[in-house]
């Protein structure tokens, strides 16, 4: 059963980091592309933030890009989302995402609320 479940969102001041873990099933290596979205407040789509492929590569969004780290650990079939320099406009729900190597939908976490205040 393919499922991606996220954790570690919550409150932090601006300026502050989180780190967002996405653990996958059944295996993080049964994936060709893992990422992650956000969807702001009142938003009615999911924005791209960053995402790696199987050869390592990992891509980023502008608005993130010297902020937020994407890791990947196999051997724990999670994916981290290292969040620095936090702004309020980073508030957002965060999404996991998967792509399988099958041809087939992209497969969706539930989301982890993020809330950047002072």
């Known amino acids: 059963q393919v499922q991606l479940v996220e954790s570690g969102g919550g409150l932090v001041q601006p300026g502050g980091s989180l780190r967002l873990s996405c653990t996958v099933s059944?295996?993080?290596?049964?994936?060709?592309?893992v990422g992650w979205y956000r969807q702001g407040p009142g938003s009615q789509q999911r924005e791209y933030a960053t995402a790696s492929v199987s050869d390592g590569t990992t891509n980023y969004a502008n608005f993130v890009k010297g902020r937020f780290t994407l890791t990947k650990d196999d051997g724990k079939n999670t994916v981290y989302l290292q969040m620095n320099k936090l702004s309020i406009d980073d508030t957002a729900d965060y999404y996991c995402?998967?792509?399988?190597?099958?041809?087939?939908?992209?497969?969706w976490g539930q989301g982890t609320q993020v809330t950047v205040s002072s």
């Open positions: 995402s998967g792509d399988r190597w099958a041809p087939g939908p992209r497969f």
């Open positions: 059944p295996s993080l290596l049964s994936f060709y592309a």
